[in-house]
């Protein structure tokens, strides 16, 4: 008989977690809400094109990429492999603003200290175990009244067909540490991004 596997359930966000939420029509609009001359933190960084945004939108102060740099480009540019992929982001973010680390994203969050990041892009591993990991040492070094964009906020890759943990471990995040949504960018196949931020107190 045909066992098919249950993907396990996000937990259900309350209206305070989404009445400041706003919806924008692409991740870009996200950077534009973010300050300027930033501590920022990327995690996965794949090729930098995302890194080069939030340079020329945000010009951070200082920029922490992080990232196992052990894949190959997207087919259609072959940019670079996962012998050379390091070498690549090496060459092309070398400047002293710019600190580049080499591993699993935890692991690497966790040589920083507490309260050092004002805003962190999440775009690493998609699994629920790394996700909640992720999210663990975020929390830890991000500044108070700090930022947290998820990358890939969705359920199911239809395109490469794997289950995602992300929806379910940001949404116990939120509501575990009492934070908010403050902006849901649409991406053209729903490969969402979501802007959190702690709920201030009164």
């Not at 996000?10 to 919806?23: D, G, R």
């Not at 072959?78 to 400047?95: E, G, L, P, V, Y």
């Not at 960018?185 to 802007?195: I, K, Q, R, S, T």
Request: with cysteine; net charge negative; charged share 25%.
């Amino acid at each position: 008989m045909f066992s098919k596997k249950t993907q396990q359930k996000a937990p259900s966000l309350t209206a305070k977690h989404l009445i400041n939420c706003k919806v924008v029509p692409l991740r870009h609009s996200i950077l534009a809400m973010l300050p300027k001359n930033a501590i920022v933190a990327e995690i996965g960084v794949l090729g930098g094109d995302w890194s080069d945004k939030i340079i020329k939108n945000t010009t951070p102060e200082k920029l922490v990429l992080i990232d196992t740099f052990c894949s190959n480009d997207y087919p259609h540019l072959k940019r670079f492999t996962k012998n050379s992929h390091f070498d690549f982001i090496n060459s092309k973010f070398s400047t002293p603003s710019i600190d580049i680390r080499k591993g699993l994203s935890w692991e690497c969050l966790s040589e920083f200290e507490e309260n050092t990041f004002d805003w962190i892009y999440v775009d690493a591993a998609h699994d629920y175990k790394s996700v909640k990991k992720d999210l663990v040492e975020v929390h830890r070094v991000l500044k108070p009244n700090g930022y947290i964009i998820m990358n890939d906020y969705i359920m199911h890759d239809h395109i490469m067909k794997e289950d995602y943990g992300v929806v379910q471990a940001t949404n116990e995040f939120m509501l575990d540490n009492n934070f908010e949504m403050l902006c849901f960018a649409l991406h053209p196949d729903m490969f969402c991004d979501v802007l959190i931020k702690e709920i201030p107190t009164q």
